[in-house]
C-alpha cells in the first residue's frame, strides 16, 4: 500500500492551460503540504493543511490553488500555466512532531 | 528564519569508501532535523531524523548522523558506501509540531566511483 499517492506522475500540457495534480494519504495523519522542487533540485514548501484548515500558504502565485476536501487528500489546482512552472512538485504528509512522509513525486512540464 | 546550508554540492565516493555528508542549520529553538535521499525520479525517503536525547542517531541503510549543538550541524556518515547509495541528499530542518513544514537544504549530489 502506497502511503502518500500522487497523479499523475507526469504532466505535459501547454502555456495557458489548467491544471490538477491529486494527491491521497492513508497513513491517517492530519497534516499535508504540497513542496515544489526546482530543475536544481531545491525543495521549496508551498502550503500546508491541517485538518483541511490552510495553515501555510508561502509567496506561490494566486494561479496555484490547493484545496483538500478532507484530510486524506490535498489537490492542487494550478490556472494559466506558464513556463516557470515546470518543476516536480511534491505531496507529503506528517502526524505531530513526526517526519513527514513524501509521495513520488509530480513531474509538470510546459511547453 | 530557520535555514539548512549543505556545503557541497557534488561528492564523489569510492565503492567500499566512508562517507560524511555536511549540514549546518540555523534556528531559533531547539531543532528538529532530517536527513532524507532521493534516488532519480523517486520521491524523498527519510533515513533519519534527530529530535532530542541521543546526539548520534541511527538510521536505515546503514548510515548515521551526529547533531552537534555548538557547531549547529548535523552531518552524515556511511562507514563504507555502496553503488546503490549513489543519489541525492537532502538536510532538513523543521519546528516539531503543528504543520510548519519543513526547510530544506539545497541537496548533495553523491557519485560513487567502481
Known amino acids: 500500500d502506497t502511503a502518500v499517492s500522487q497523479t499523475p506522475k507526469y504532466l505535459v500540457t501547454q502555456m495557458g492551460n489548467d491544471k490538477s495534480i491529486k494527491c491521497e494519504q492513508n497513513l491517517g495523519h492530519d497534516t499535508m503540504y504540497w513542496y515544489k522542487q526546482d530543475s536544481k533540485k531545491f525543495l521549496k514548501i508551498m502550503f500546508s493543511y491541517n485538518n483541511k484548515e490552510l495553515i501555510i500558504n508561502e509567496t506561490v502565485p494566486n494561479r496555484f490553488s490547493p484545496k483538500s476536501p478532507d484530510k486524506a487528500h490535498l489537490n492542487l489546482h494550478i490556472n494559466s500555466l506558464e513556463l516557470g512552472d515546470s518543476a516536480v512538485y511534491f505531496c507529503?504528509?506528517?502526524?505531530?512532531?513526526?517526519?513527514?512522509?513524501f509521495g513520488q513525486g509530480t513531474r509538470l512540464t510546459v511547453v | 528564519a530557520q535555514s539548512v546550508t549543505q556545503p557541497d554540492i557534488h561528492i564523489t565516493v569510492s565503492e567500499g569508501a566512508s562517507l560524511e555528508l555536511r549540514c549546518n542549520y540555523s534556528?531559533?529553538?531547539?531543532?528538529?532535523l532530517f536527513w532524507y535521499v532521493q534516488s532519480p525520479g523517486q520521491g524523498l525517503q527519510l533515513l533519519l531524523k534527530y529530535f532530542s536525547g541521543d546526539t548520534l542517531v541511527q538510521g536505515i541503510k546503514g548510515f548515521e548522523a551526529e547533531f552537534k549543538r555548538s557547531q549547529s550541524s548535523f552531518n552524515l556518515r556511511k562507514p563504507s558506501v555502496h553503488w546503490s547509495d549513489a543519489a541525492e541528499y537532502f538536510c532538513?530542518?523543521?519546528?516539531?509540531?503543528?504543520?510548519?513544514?519543513?526547510?530544506f537544504g539545497k541537496g548533495t549530489h553523491l557519485i560513487i566511483q567502481p
Open positions: 534556528y531559533g529553538a531547539t531543532p528538529y
Open positions: 507529503a504528509s506528517s502526524q505531530g512532531e513526526a517526519e513527514a512522509f
Open positions: 532538513a530542518v523543521g519546528s516539531g509540531g503543528g504543520a510548519d513544514g519543513l526547510t
